[in-house]
């Protein structure tokens, strides 16, 4: 079992940034690959972003290359997700997300959620 609490959401003017926090508790956090979802008002839950066990390898959405940087701290159980020059299209619900089997990009790829955090972007 895996328990995800993500922070850092809020609002913010576009061309700003935010810095997205997951802390992870519960299995061995350094063993999965790690990604970050986000769900637009009234639409489907997004992949944004997913980074490897080590760090060594991430992904990203189109819509966010560029512009979103995801890391990891495997010493303290945290993924991290740096936002810049923001948009207000990027105004969603944030998730993190525990990779268990299949394609990065897939939200059924992903077995354990956190609860999400609000991000909106004004313009």
């Known amino acids: 079992q895996v328990q995800l609490v993500e922070s850092g959401g809020g609002l913010v003017q576009a061309g700003g940034s935010l810095r997205l926090s997951c802390a992870a508790s519960?299995?061995?956090?350094?063993?999965?690959?790690m990604g970050w979802f986000r769900q637009p008002p009234g639409k489907e839950r997004e992949f944004v972003a997913a980074?490897?066990?080590?760090?060594?390898?991430?992904y990203y959405a189109d819509s966010v290359k560029g512009r979103f940087t995801i890391s990891r701290d495997n010493a303290k159980n945290m993924v991290f997700l740096q936002m810049n020059s923001l948009k207000p299209e990027d105004t969603a619900v944030y998730f993190c997300?525990?990779?268990?089997?299949?394609?990065?990009?897939?939200?059924?790829?992903?077995?354990?959620w956190g609860q999400g955090t609000q991000v909106t972007v004004s313009s």
């Open positions: 997300a525990v990779k268990a089997v299949g394609t990065y990009y897939l939200r059924s790829s992903y077995s354990y």
């Open positions: 980074i490897s066990w080590s760090g060594g390898s991430t």
């Open positions: 519960g299995r061995t956090f350094s063993s999965y690959v």
